[in-house]
């Protein structure tokens, strides 16, 4: 299939350095606002790429449950491939692609877990179903059918049917605490605006990039 003749121009009038805040938190703050604001389909969707051991790199998207001036925070069974390949190797990245407002965000860094009490805590939060779909999928694992999982939920669901449901300690979040963080911005002619914040010394350098 052919697809050299797909192309969307970008109309937006780009990004300037003025425009943009010292802090790459707050920014990403600004910019998360307005992709809520624009009701565009899971803002906090993000494709999380890592790396483990045998250097194959694997791609898939979480939801960004927290965020603050610590790291970007997202959950997991600790048992999956992805947090497999974080033991294996710590550095990782994320990418949001808000597409409807012509701008995306690349977040590298270090992935480490979280407490199991903010875990716990969030865990808590959860609706009933998504708290026992946490117990039922060994993830990443093979399973023969769909009606594995199902058999799986009812046997869960059956089980804790009187009480609360317990939290798996196979199960929690982990952190990523950025060091470097792109805001990138679509402009006419394909002459778009990037901007990578570095962190050096605790203090973030801004630099513009080539498109």
Sequence with gaps: MDLSSMRE???NNGLRRKDL??????????????????DLIEPNAMSLATVGKDMMPSIRTVL???FDESGFVFFSNYESEKAKQIEENE????????????RQVKIEGSASKISSTKSL????SRPKGSQMGA???????????RSVLEAKFNEIKNKFVKGEIPFPSFWGGYI??????????????RLHDRFQYTLVDNSWKIDRLAP
């Design 176 to 189: 990523i605490k950025p060091e470097k963080i792109e805001f990138w911005q679509g402009a006419k002619n």
């Design 121 to 124: 805590k969030y865990f808590l």
């Design 91 to 102: 550095k990782v990245a994320l990418h949001f692609a808000w597409l409807g407002l012509e």
């Design 135 to 145: 117990w039922v999928s060994h993830q990443s694992e093979v399973i023969s059918s």
């Design 21 to 38: 805040d010292a802090n790459p938190i707050k920014q990403f703050e600004i910019w998360f606002s307005q992709a809520i604001n624009a």
């Design 9 to 11: 121009e970008y109309v």
């Design 64 to 66: 960004l449950k927290f």
